[in-house]
Structures are given as C-alpha cells and as structure tokens.
T-cell receptor
Framework: DAGVIQSPRHEVTEMGQEVTLRCKPI?????LFWYRQTMMRGLELLIY????????DSGMPEDRFSAKMPNASFSTLKIQPSEPRDSAVYFC????????????FGNGTRLTVT | DQQVKQNSPSLSVQEGRISILNCDYT??????FLWYKKYPAEGPTFLIS?????DKNEDGRFTVFLNKSAKHLSLHIVPSQPGDSAVYFC???????????????FGKGTHLIIQP
C-alpha cells in the first residue's frame, strides 16, 4: 500500500501564475478530500469527492480555485491566478467509505506564492 | 466560528507519565470523533476514533474518552514515549459538519513534547 501520493512536494511560483497540485488516492478508496493548512485557520476542508463526483465544494475559497477528479486514481486542485495569500500546505486525503471511516492523508504540497 | 477547539497549543510531559490532550466541540450533530498525529513535513496519521454511541475506546497506550453532555473528548497516552512528540489534531464529523458525509472538521492542534 503506497498511501496517498501528492505531487509536487514543494511549489514556488509568482503571483498571477497558474498552479496545479496533483493527488493519487489509495487504490480502492471511494472518497477523496482536499484540505488546506495555514497557521491562522488550521486544517480546512476545501472540497470532497465521492466516486469521482464532487459532493461538497463549500470550502473552496474563491472561483480561482477548482478541483477535478477525472477517474478513481487521480485528482487535481488548480489555482488560477495564484495570489500570495494562497501560500499554505495543501493535503489530499482518501477514505474507503462508508461514512465514519478515517481519512488517510498524503504528505502534502507546500505552496509558496511570491 | 470554530466548531472543534483545542485550547492548548502545546503540552510538555515527562517520559513515562500520562499525556492528556483535550478537545471541545460545539456542533451537537457531530457523531464521530478522531485523533490524528502529525510529524513535521508529513501528513496527519490516523490514531484512534470513537463513535458517539460509546464513551471510551482503547488501543494499546492510547485511550479516547467522550463526554457528550459536555461536548468534550480527551486523548490519554500512557506511558508517554519520546516518539509521541508530535502535533495532535482532534477531528469530528456528522450531519451538518460542513464537510459532507465523510468530511472532517479539525481543531488547530496541540503540540505534545515528551521530555526525557
């Protein structure tokens, strides 16, 4: 079991550039989550997919943020255009379901927008 | 408005003693509670969970207690070991958590330091 795989581990970009974060969930897991961690707000849920379908995106901060899950083994979180306040650690997590199953987290992508 | 609160940003405990981490929640719809452990530069790792139908769950050195009337849960680690030094997050889910059917709402974490 390779765990949840995120890439890149670190991303440094300039304000205004497009950023794409990638996630490969654990094989067989039906649910996928994107979280953001900042000092001020802690771990915040951005969006959640079940069987590749977005279920709840109420945590996505702005229209600059979008997420896709084209198949069961891949998801992306895109920020366009990026801003310095987007700097944070972005975590992807997956869960086998059903409800009340623990989430398994990747090691995160540290994003710095200058 | 924080629905899950961990009021102690840090806690220092001597090796071999008991570590007690606390967590309070405000949303009465929460029915599933978890503790995660996080080392620097790694993602949170699931430690132990408890359903609202129970008031205690034990796994080796780790025990989680739930007091529904007080909307309070705690994690006990005994005996504490140097490898337990990490940030511990309390999390909750349930109808109306804002995170979807399986989404978790996290506290801001408590940094546990085990002193030799």
């Amino acid at each position: 079991d390779a765990g949840v795989i995120q890439s890149p581990r670190h991303e440094v970009t300039e304000m205004g550039q497009e950023v794409t974060l990638r996630c490969k969930p654990i094989s067989g897991h039906n649910s996928l989550f994107w979280y953001r961690q900042t000092m001020m707000r802690g771990l915040e849920l951005l969006i959640y997919f079940n069987n590749n379908v977005p279920i709840d995106d109420s945590g996505m901060p702005e229209d600059r943020f979008s997420a896709k899950m084209p198949n069961a083994s891949f998801s992306t979180l895109k920020i366009q255009p990026s801003e310095p306040r987007d700097s944070a650690v972005y975590f992807c997590a997956s869960s086998p379901g059903p409800q009340n199953s623990p989430l398994h987290f990747g090691n995160g992508t540290r994003l710095t927008v200058t | 408005d924080q629905q899950v609160k961990q009021n102690s940003p840090s806690l220092s405990v001597q090796e071999g003693r008991i570590s007690i981490l606390n967590c309070d929640y405000t949303n009465s719809m929460f029915d599933y509670f978890l503790w995660y452990k996080k080392y620097p530069a790694e993602g949170p790792t699931f430690l132990i969970s408890i359903s609202s139908i129970k008031d205690k769950n034990e796994d080796g050195r780790f025990t989680v207690f739930l007091n529904k009337s007080a909307k309070h849960l705690s994690l006990h680690i005994v005996p504490s070991q140097p490898g337990d030094s990490a940030v511990y997050f309390c999390a909750a889910s349930g109808r109306g958590s804002g995170g979807g059917a399986d989404g978790l709402t996290f506290g801001k974490g408590t940094h546990l330091i085990i002193q030799p």
